[in-house]
């Protein structure tokens, strides 16, 4: 790639980013997804895991975040192309000389870095108004954890948009995959509760190694061994949907341009 | 030089119908259409509604592949080198869809502006001029989901223009406007041909193809019924003469009855506030007035009168009464 085209790509990537912030503000689907739901589910988790120990706070406030961060890469990465086609601007997009993924890459950021208000927001619930002590234990590991973990959760919405170019209908097994998620990746519950078949499962999913590392790393309960894998299992996740988004982007397009599934009828 | 060059293109959709039993139907939207257009040509593209216009667009501005036949942009084939032909082409569809309507027009632009790659420095001065074209200069601040339908099209057309392409795709770009709105549209299009620009245009209006192009490619059902400049389009009604009817109600089975005679050629109707007009295209000119209207027996009739043909009529004759 020349250093002309990565220029320009930024610049696409940077006003993606831009415009997707500017459209969400005025959006409330939006602002309740990532900030009132995960409110409410803080409030719940904080009732019921009352008798955990004593670092259920931030476990409730990491955890609640997680369910907001996912929720809206659920929601609004799968959706925003769905809503480009609806408003009739995914065929301008398309018919640009830009990789529809450049684009897609800056919305999803911008949809990741806004959802971590939601553990903000959470936050700000537990320690401020409930008044439960926080501390970050290994603040430096929860840095880079908190890093990894919005590079692979934008790498993931790229997979996810390259399927909705194709099949609009996907729409309807998003609502089955918000609940299982949170549960399968141990977001407020740690998976050894769950039966253990179910436990490789877990092991594909990235957010189940995001979550392991910023649990750990805000609770201090992680060894640098354990973090390391969590940190690796993100990154591989991250390079297989990236490598693999690209193969599914240009697949995908091409069958919408025979299909004719980039307008709407 | 070619900057369009079309060769038997088709396109066939396939449809599912029904939600129960779901079965496939094909639709063939374009069944096999040649044209060229020269560098520095406003073309036009005229049809009814359903003839075939935006699948031909589409194909062309790469978001739709051909069933079959090729279709290439400055040399370039829109099924395999569309990388090549995107950063040189700009569309537009008619209506008010494709803008973000939650942002600005300013917004909107550039945005566009970093798509299509405009250096940013030459993007700022670009989109100032292109307001100016398209008289949106003053309101560039507000949302989108403010402005009326003329200034959402007229935005589109900035939109479409704002890396200067050399070939430009305008479907329908006035449906839908009123008279004024239109009439301002159609006159930034004029302008946009002082720069050199080559334009395919569609519209199902004939006196639109008529102010515009110079040539016209008249599609009906998906294949062209005629193409040429607009005067010799006339010319193919010239031996004909045009008779008026005002009349208050007809049946439908009256038409089929009147385009049986031999005397007449063509029958269009026009519906007008309280009454409608029937056109009878006739080569026996006001002769055929009496037999006419022995015709429309049992039918309340107004005023009759008899005029020449316009490009109008020698639309009609190409697709049928059906405008
Ligand atoms: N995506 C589609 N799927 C099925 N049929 C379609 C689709 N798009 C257009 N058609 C059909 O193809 C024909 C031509 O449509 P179109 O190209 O939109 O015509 P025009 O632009 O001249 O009005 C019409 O019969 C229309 O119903
Ligand atoms: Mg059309």
């Not at chain 1, 719940?44 to 907001?68: C, H, K, P, W």
């Not at chain 2, 439908?252 to 056109?279: C, I, K, S, W, Y």
Request: with cysteine; aromatic share 10%.
């Amino acid at each position: 790639m020349s250093w002309q085209k990565i220029r320009s790509y930024t610049r696409v990537v940077a006003l993606s980013f831009e415009m997707a912030l500017r459209q969400n503000v005025a959006d409330a689907f939006i602002l309740f997804t990532i900030i009132v739901q995960p409110l409410i589910i803080t409030i719940l988790a904080l009732l019921m895991l009352r008798d955990q120990g004593e670092n259920y706070a931030i476990f409730v406030v990491i955890g609640s975040g997680m369910t907001g961060l996912w929720s809206s890469m659920l929601f609004i990465s799968g959706n925003s192309i769905n809503l480009e086609r609806w408003t009739g601007t995914l065929e301008s997009l398309v018919g640009s000389p830009t990789p529809i993924q450049v684009v897609v890459f800056g919305k999803s950021l911008a949809n990741v870095l806004q959802s971590l208000f939601s553990m903000l927001g959470s936050y700000i619930l537990v320690s401020l108004i409930f008044g439960f002590p926080i501390k970050i234990l290994q603040p430096g590991l929860f840095i880079i954890a908190v890093i990894f973990t919005i590079i692979s959760f934008v790498c993931f919405g790229l997979i996810m948009a390259s399927l909705f170019v194709v099949n609009p209908d996907l729409q309807r097994w998003q609502n089955g995959l918000e609940f299982p998620i949170y549960i399968l990746c141990g977001f407020l519950f740690p998976i050894a509760i769950l039966p253990s078949w179910t436990t490789p499962l877990s092991y594909l999913l990235a957010p189940y190694w995001a979550a392991q590392a910023l649990h750990g790393s805000s609770n201090g309960s992680m060894t640098i061994g354990d973090l390391s894998l969590a940190l690796g299992m993100m990154a591989f996740f991250s390079f297989t949907y990236l490598a693999l988004s690209g193969r599914l982007f240009r697949v995908m397009l091409r069958k919408a341009r025979v299909d004719a599934t980039l307008g709407m009828q | 030089m070619n900057m369009i060059e079309i060769n038997n293109l088709r396109r066939v959709y396939k449809a599912t119908i029904g939600t129960l039993r779901r079965k496939t139907k094909e639709v063939v939207a374009v069944d096999d259409i040649s044209f060229n257009v020269s560098a520095g040509e406003l073309f036009g593209l005229l049809g009814p509604n359903g003839a075939g216009k935006t699948t031909v667009v589409k194909m062309l501005t790469t978001l739709l592949i051909p069933t079959s036949g090729t279709a290439r942009i400055m040399g370039a084939d829109v099924e395999k080198e569309a990388e090549k032909i995107r950063p040189k082409i700009g569309f537009i569809f008619g209506g008010e869809r494709g803008l973000y309507w939650r942002l600005s027009a300013q917004d909107n632009l550039r945005y566009f502006a970093s798509l299509y790659h405009v250096d940013p420095n030459v993007s700022k001065k670009r989109i100032e001029y292109l307001l100016e074209l398209v008289g949106l200069e003053d309101r560039s601040k507000e949302k989108v989901e403010g402005y009326s339908r003329g200034m959402k099209q007229r935005l589109h057309i900035a939109r479409a223009l704002i890396h200067d392409p050399e070939v430009l795709f305008l479907d329908e770009p006035t449906i839908g406007l009123d008279p004024v709105g239109a009439r301002k549209l159609r006159e930034v299009i004029r302008n946009l041909q002082s720069e050199q620009k080559t334009i395919l245009l569609t519209t199902h209006y004939m006196f639109e193809a008529d102010a515009l192009c110079q040539r016209i490619a008249v599609i009906d059902h998906g294949n062209i019924v005629a193409l040429d400049t607009p005067e010799a389009l006339k010319k193919l009604v010239k031996d004909l003469s045009v008779i008026e009817v005002e009349v208050f109600g007809v049946p439908e089975e009256l038409f089929g009855r009147l385009r049986e005679q031999p005397f007449v050629d063509n029958v269009a109707v026009e519906n007008r506030e309280q009454t409608q007009v029937l056109m009878v295209q006739t080569p026996r000119g006001s002769e055929a007035v009496p037999d006419l209207i022995a015709l429309l027996d049992g039918v309340r009739i107004g005023k009759v009168t008899s005029r020449e043909p316009t490009l109008e009529d020698a639309y009609v004759r190409l697709v049928g009464g059906e405008t």
